[in-house]
């Protein structure tokens, strides 16, 4: 089962964000039980070269990889997609229309994704044009981020847009949208549950970051199953904070 397979079939899946654009990080992870990676190139330093190291490292170990991408260009979507990823995710998507011209741009055609078939997405060559344009079908992951109050008012529409895998919670923006500072705000809540409820009635995969871990047995139960928590630097910061506390502990102990 592909992610865009596991994605369908609501399957929870646990990914994290990758915000360092060394591949070292990503070949690291790409060890670990996680369903998938997804590189931030939205908001961390990752150039083309950094995406194509990245995502080679992912690909070392069969790891699903997603990039979120820093705008809808054609070029960044094709860039990120001819690279290899298996999906994009497209940051402030704010209504149906805006939905259906950048994900038409994800595929091959009219309007859409320009062809090569000298990329790693099309083997180098060694795959013909009819298994590659089935691919970027079959394969192709697209992922709708919604964090702005414009997109959660037009969300109904937004369900309906086909191409469409998952839709994707941005929590933090969406408080910051509410002129809130606490994204467990009773006005965050409720636009977050606005999207779950049109998710569930259109049946679309729906998908979002938790700051607090302690919520995620609600949003199981409604059905959202795409989670992308944490990131490379939270890891460091927390192994770290755990490691000194731990040494902490261990020298009072001995005094």
Partial sequence: MNLKQALAANKPLLGTFIKTPHFHNTEVLAHTKLDLLCLDAEHAAFDRADLDTCILAAKSQQMPVVVRIPNSE?????NALDLGADGVVLPH???????QRVVKKC???PEGRGYAGSTRFAGYTTRKLP??????????CVIAQIEDIEAVNDIDAICQVDGIDCIFIGRMDLTVALNQTDA???SVIEAVQKVVDACKKYNKT?????GDLTELPQWLEQGVSLYLLGSDHSFLLQGAQQLQQTFQQATTAST
């Fill in 184 to 186: 467990a705000h009773p």
């Fill in 93 to 99: 998507i704010l209504n149906a229309e805006q939905a």
């Fill in 206 to 210: 729906c998908g979002m970051f938790v």
């Fill in 131 to 140: 298994e590659n344009l089935a691919a970027n079908q079959t394969e192709t």
């Fill in 107 to 109: 595929f091959f055609g």
């Fill in 74 to 78: 054609n070029a960044t979507i094709l």
